[in-house]
């Protein structure tokens, strides 16, 4: 039973820094744009302000993949929790084709709750700064 605790262990770890890998991109988007948004100040060209939509796609797309293997690493989890202690092989390998459910895949984590709803209002609001700054 010690195995399958160290083993579960070391796939937690995993899953845990996939999650602050996922923690930090957002905050870094969040800077990135704000950064952008006061680079781009009143004297600049309006178009400047369409760089801005730039980051929030890469850091989205970045985002959704490590959503994607934090959800790989669960499924690992979930197969070694039902192992044998006999089976346990220290076997950090959590494939796509392995795991592959509806939930498993990268498009399915770019549109899951977690990131849209985080992404798209960052989108908006960015289009409602663009706006406002066109207009005045």
Not at 23 to 49: E, H, N
Not at 80 to 92: A, L, Q, T, Y
Not at 95 to 101: R, V, W
């Amino acid at each position: 039973m010690e195995n399958k605790h160290k083993h579960l262990d070391y796939i937690q770890g995993v899953i845990n820094r996939m999650a602050s890998n996922s923690f930090a991109l957002k905050g870094w988007a969040v800077t990135l744009i704000a950064g952008i948004f006061v680079l781009a100040g009143k004297d600049t060209d309006k178009m400047y302000f369409l760089v801005a939509y730039i980051p929030i796609l890469v850091f989205w797309g970045l985002d959704s993949f490590y959503l994607l293997q934090e959800r790989l690493y669960r499924s690992l989890y979930n197969k070694v929790r039902k192992m044998e202690e006999n089976e346990i092989d220290f076997s950090m390998n959590a494939y796509l084709d392995e795991f592959k459910t509806n939930k498993n895949t990268w498009w399915d984590c770019m549109l899951s709750k977690t990131e849209l709803w985080f992404y798209l209002p960052l989108g908006l609001v960015s289009t409602g700064i663009i706006i406002l700054t066109a207009l005045l």
